[in-house]
C-alpha cells in the first residue's frame, strides 16, 4: 500500500529504505545499534509521577519542570511522530575497576566520565547522521518538509523508555538500560523526526531478563535501590557527587569510600556485563591522568589547574568546590596509617577557608583521622596494660 496508517506520503518500501540507510549511516559513524519506535510513552506517566510524589528526585527540581514536556515527546518539536535511538559503547580498555576501588589512597571516578563529554560528543554525531541522510535523500526532505530535533540527556524527555521501545534493551531493576548482547555500558541518543518511522516495524520491546538477580540492589554501597526499577536519587553516590549541590549527609559520607565523581557498582556487578563490548570512538577514550589517579594530587589541583585537566570532560560541570568536597570525603576515608594520615590532614587544612561548604567537609575527614588515631592510641594502651598484666612480678 502506497499510503501508510498515519496518510503518510511515504510507502511501505520507502520508509523500509529509509531506515536501511540510516542503520548503515549510524554504524559508519561509531553508534553501536540503532532502532526506531513511535512516541508513546504514557505508559510511564504513572511511574513517573509516583517517583515524584516519593521525592525520590532529591534536589533535581527540574525533573517536576516541564513534566508535560516528558509525557509528549511529541510537544518538543512540532509534527513530530518518530524518534531514532542510537546507542554508543563507552566501556574503556583496562578499566582498572578492582585497582581503583580496592586502593583508598586512589580516586574513583564513573569510567563514562574518563573521556571527552558525551553530550557534546553524541550531539556532533546525532547532527552528522541528519546531515548525512539529507545528502542521500534529498528529494524526500525538500518535498516532506522534514524537521528533526537530536536530544542527548539534555531536555525533558524519557530516553530509557524510548530506548527500550526502540528495541535497544529494557530498564533494569537498578533503573539503567541494559542490553542483551552490550550490557549497560552505553550511552543513548535521539533524534526526534516528522517521519513515520515506526510504521510497519514490528513491536520491539525486549522482555526484561533481570529475572529474581538482585546482585545491583545488594550491592550498592548506599542501598540507593529501594525496590526492584526504583532508585532513590538521594541515596545514590552518582546523584551524592554530581548532581547534589549542597552537603553530603553524614550517614552517606562512610559509605562512598574512593568514589569522587559517580559510581559504577551496579554496573560492575550485573551478569549482563560480562562480555560487554569496549567503546571503539577515539573520542571517549579514558584520559589517563583519570583512570588511577591519587587523591592527593587531585586534591591539590586549584581552581585554574581543576579547569585545565577537565576541559572538555563532563567532570567540569560539577564546579570546583564540589570536587573539593568530594575529594575531601574520600580522604576521610581513607583508613588510618600513623604515617600517612599526618599527610593527608595537612593537605585538607591548606584547603580550607575556600567555601563553608569545602569545609565542612574537611573538617569532617580530619576529624575522621584524628577519631582513628585516638582509637589506636586506645587499643595500644590496652594491648600494653594486658601484656604488663601478663608478665612476672619481677619484670
Same mark, same amino acid.
Not at 519506535?37 to 527540574?62: A, F
Not at 550511552?187 to 523526526?193: C, K, P, V, Y
Not at 550517614?251 to 551478569?271: A, K, S, T, V
Given at each position: ?180 548482547? #552490550? ?119 586549584? $581552581?585554574?589547574?581543576?579547569?585545565? $585537566? ?36 595537612? #593537605?585538607?587544612? $591548606? ?45
Amino acid at each position: 500500500m502506497d499510503n501508510c496508517r498515519n496518510n503518510s506520503p511515504l510507502s511501505t518500501e520507502k520508509i523500509t529504505l529509509i531506515k536501511a540507510t540510516i542503520r548503515e549511516l549510524s554504524l559508519e559513524l561509531g553508534f553501536s545499534q540503532v532502532g526506531f519506535c513511535d512516541l508513546d510513552v504514557k505508559n510511564e506517566h504513572k511511574r513517573l509521577k509516583q517517583w515524584l510524589d516519593n521525592h525520590y528526585h532529591g534536589s533535581m527540581e527540574w525533573m517536576h519542570n516541564h513534566l508535560e514536556l516528558r509525557e509528549n515527546p511529541n510537544l518538543l518539536l512540532e509534527g513530530a511522530l518518530s524518534a531514532i535511538v542510537v546507542r554508543l559503547d563507552y566501556l574503556p580498555a583496562d578499566a582498572k575497576f578492582a585497582q581503583v576501588l580496592s586502593q583508598p589512597e586512589l580516586g574513583y571516578i564513573s569510567r563514562y566520565a574518563l573521556g571527552r563529554d558525551y553530550h557534546k560528543v553524541m550531539r556532533k554525531k546525532l547532527a552528522q547522521l541528519v546531515e548525512k541522510l539529507k545528502e542521500i535523500l534529498p528529494l524526500w526532505f525538500k518535498k516532506l518538509s522534514l524537521s528533526y530535533r537530536p536530544f542527548v540527556d539534555s531536555a525533558p524527555i524519557l530516553e530509557r523508555p524510548l530506548a527500550a521501545k526502540a528495541g535497544l534493551g529494557w530498564v533494569g531493576k537498578h533503573s539503567l538500560l541494559i542490553n542483551k548482547e #552490550a550490557g549497560s555500558w552505553f550511552f543513548i541518543g535521539e533524534i526526534l523526526i516528522n517521519m513515520p518511522l515506526y510504521l510497519q516495524e514490528s513491536p520491539a520491546t525486549i522482555e526484561s531478563l533481570c529475572g529474581t538477580c538482585q546482585a545491583c540492589r545488594t550491592i550498592c554501597p548506599t542501598q540507593a535501590i529501594v525496590d526492584d526499577y526504583i532508585v532513590d536519587a538521594r541515596r545514590c553516590i552518582s546523584y551524592l557527587t554530581i548532581e547534589n549541590k549542597g552537603a553530603i549527609p553524614l550517614e552517606f559520607r562512610p559509605l562512598m569510600g574512593n568514589r569522587i565523581y559517580g559510581c559504577d557498582d551496579c554496573q560492575l556487578i550485573c551478569p549482563h556485563n560480562r562480555l560487554a563490548p569496549l567503546g571503539q570512538l577515539e573520542a571517549l577514550i579514558a584520559n589517563k591522568k583519570l583512570k588511577a589517579p591519587t587523591l592527593l594530587s587531585l586534591f591539590s589541583w586549584d $581552581e585554574m589547574t581543576f579547569l585545565k $585537566e577537565t576541559e572538555g570532560s563532563p567532570i567540569r560541570r560539577i564546579g570546583y568546590a564540589a570536587w573539593l568536597r568530594n575529594i575531601a570525603t574520600a580522604l576521610g576515608n581513607i583508613p588510618f596509617d600513623e604515617n600517612q594520615s599526618p599527610l593527608f590532614i595537612n #593537605a585538607l587544612n $591548606e584547603k580550607k577557608g575556600l567555601s563553608e561548604l569545602v569545609d565542612e567537609h574537611i573538617d569532617w575527614a580530619i576529624s575522621r583521622h584524628r577519631g582513628q588515631a585516638i582509637l589506636v592510641t586506645q587499643q595500644q594502651k590496652r594491648l600494653v596494660r594486658s601484656i604488663k598484666k601478663g608478665l612476672p612480678r619481677d619484670a
